[in-house]
């Protein structure tokens, strides 16, 4: 302790196994002793005042898309403005997505990513793509994992961009199990879609307020059981990306039961919004794939936060704004999919289930720090506090009420899918390696000091993501 730089005083730690008093030491951007309330610092080094707050491991976001190129739209922001956002919301690590465009090499892809890294406020890793099998796929991915990318993202939809067929997720999982890797996938079965878009389509509802009808529950629940029966015939870990339903979480943990390293990701929107917004006066600003699923849906989707059965919560943050969001209104099928939620996830899922619903702070650091970091390679360096990790630390106001309005977000976007809800609880002094970088609402240090994480090979046990709370 003698030589600690800064201190967080006077706060309760949260972190997913326990909560308790205590003063986070920090030196040299790490965390160096979790101490009894009241352990003297050395002269000279800053205190920070946590009287009150929660201290917690600063977020980790498992799923972020940065800049991100789909059809004829590229989202908004940059490294440095999609983590500064982040950082408000109380996000220290992103995890963001390398897609090849139609014809680029999945590596050519991650390393074009990567070298953006530095532009960011705080850490981030990255996930790479495959969409199809060549023979150089398995060196290419040889290279990936060894370069600390051991996470690969496919997808079961969008023919012609980025759909992959069944055999080359076989020899993707396959290929990763052996090199430590592990595939995350978005499922939901396009020929399904595809014939249910053109039925809508022939009866003139495909606009954004057919949305939910376009995209139906059961084409999730489909493609989530292939991809489970390819995983357990490999004995290979799969990580499903943005699950919308109880069915699809529940299919998952029963192969999790099975044995098979099998992973539930939920996003923020799919657990707060429901279909209910496609009626409002302005449904294209909440066009997402999967949709948003009936209010009966979101309701059960969230019980499995109490339940264990969803591992992590990701944002699935894409900056769209609502010119871009307008522009395809009229035909689902050509719209930009995404919702802007890196900045509001943290609070949203603190507000509606922590303080609105009882779930344990505990399980909250568990969903969105903690396993999203071990999931991906990353703990224990984040998502937790315990001495040695960076010291990345969210302090939280919990009883601090507020409205979500647009114009008070960092997004490089003019709207949120959130307008108008009243919040409780929020981040108010964000520190990334040591330094506070957000205070009150004001961005006070932003030099760009980000890194790309080299994630660590995946070993994961079933037993993840099952414990109850
Ligand atoms: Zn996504």
């Known amino acids: 302790m003698r030589d600690a730089e800064l201190v967080v005083r006077g706060g309760t730690v949260v972190e997913a196994g326990w909560s308790a008093p205590a003063d986070v030491f920090v030196a040299g951007g790490v965390v160096v002793a979790l101490a009894e309330p009241g352990t003297p610092a050395p002269g000279g080094a800053t205190e920070v005042d946590a009287t009150g707050r929660l201290v917690m491991p600063g977020g980790v976001d498992p799923h972020c898309h940065v800049g991100f190129t789909s059809g004829d739209f590229t989202s908004l922001d940059d490294y440095t403005r999609c983590t500064t956002a982040a950082v408000f919301g109380g996000t220290t690590t992103i995890v ?103 039925r809508c389509a022939a009866s003139g509802r495909i606009g954004a307020e057919h949305m939910a009808a376009t995209r139906p529950e059961l084409a999730e629940t489909a493609s989530v059981a292939e991809v489970l029966a390819i995983a357990e015939s490999l004995t290979a870990p799969v990580y499903f990306v943005h699950q919308s339903t109880a069915e699809a979480v529940e299919l998952v943990a029963a192969a999790r039961r099975r044995g098979v390293p099998a992973f539930t990701e939920s996003v923020a929107h799919h657990l707060v919004l429901d279909d209910g917004n496609y009626d409002g006066p302005a449904p294209e600003r909440f066009v997402c794939c999967p949709p948003l699923r009936s209010r009966q849906a979101v309701d059960a989707l969230g019980r499995h936060l109490f339940t264990g059965e969803i591992t992590t919560i990701g944002s699935d943050h894409c900056c769209y704004d609502v010119a871009q969001k307008e522009s395809r209104r009229t035909d689902v099928r050509a719209m930009p999919n995404g919702l802007p939620g890196v900045e509001t996830r943290l609070p949203v899922i603190f507000s509606e289930y922590v303080a609105g619903a009882g779930l344990p702070a505990t399980r909250f650091v568990e969903l969105t720090a903690a396993n999203p970091a071990r999931t991906n390679g990353l703990y224990p360096r984040k998502g937790t506090l315990m001495p040695g990790s960076d010291a990345d630390i969210a302090i939280w106001d919990p009883a601090a009420r507020w409205r979500v309005s647009a114009g008070d977000l960092h997004m490089a976007t003019d709207y949120t899918p959130y307008e108008g809800m009243t919040l409780t609880g929020r981040p108010r002094t964000v520190l990334v390696g040591g330094r506070v970088v957000v205070h009150d609402g004001v961005l006070v240090d932003p030099v760009p000091r980000g890194r790309h994480l080299s994630a660590g090979p995946i070993s994961l046990t079933p037993a993840l993501g099952r414990t109850a709370p």
């Open 96 to 198: 963001d997505f390398a897609i090849p465009r139609p014809g680029q090499a999945p590596a050519d892809a991650a390393y074009a990513q990567r070298a953006k890294a530095d532009r960011g406020l705080c850490d981030s890793a990255l996930h790479a793509c495959v969409v199809e099998w060549d023979e150089t796929v398995p060196d290419q991915l040889g290279a990936l994992v060894a370069d600390g990318m051991p996470t690969v993202k496919m997808f079961t939809t969008y023919r012609g961009e980025t759909m992959a067929g069944e055999d080359t997720i076989l020899r993707t999982m396959r290929t990763l199990r052996d090199l430590g890797g592990m595939v995350v996938i978005h499922c939901e079965a396009n020929h399904i879609i595809e014939d249910t878009q053109e």
